[in-house]
């Protein structure tokens, strides 16, 4: 579990045996069932999730009562609903486990206590941050610049793994289609 947390760490910043047992202290673990809420609209945002293991989705649920989804988490990726963590204000998204999940997860109190204790930790959630903002400024490009075809194609060729692991008719929810509307642009690629 830490081994983990560490190697991805390490990718960013160094941190030695001691500052990373440190850092590691401000940190809970929590094990999630398949499709178990960790967070409901409506709710106070009081955690960021860190994937151990497992896979993760945020979505809202739209004016017609369909759920959107707007974002996963897979191994060693990070999750919140960000306005209301950092605000402490009711969230608008649900996040919720799409297979059986082992989380890392931090209070927004502990947060700031680990970010005092150990000012390196703010050059890596710079680091997170800043990929996580890339990938939605991509996300959006493609949506203006891609037909939906082409949409879904770059995803099935860039995460081919993450594509296997999620169930078809959330890909299409993440991508704004219907699952009957992927299922024929699928069909027309094996044709």
Known sequence: MSLIFRIHLEKFIHVNDKEFEGILKFFDVRRIARKENLLEEGQL??????????????????EKGVEQTTDFAIETWWLTDNIAYEHRSPASFYIQAVEKSELLYISRENQEKLLNEFPVMERYFRFVYQRA?????????????????????SLVKTYPEFVQRVPQYLIAS?????????????KKKIS
């Open 174 to 186: 993440y991508l704004g289609f219907t699952p009957e509307y992927l299922s024929e642009i699928r």
């Open 133 to 153: 903002f890339a990938a939605s400024q991509m996300r959006i490009k493609y949506h203006f610049s891609f037909s939906k075809e082409e949409f879904y194609f």
């Open 45 to 62: 945002c009081n955690h960021h999730y860190f994937v151990l293991e497992g896979l993760l989705r945020q979505f809202f649920v739209n």
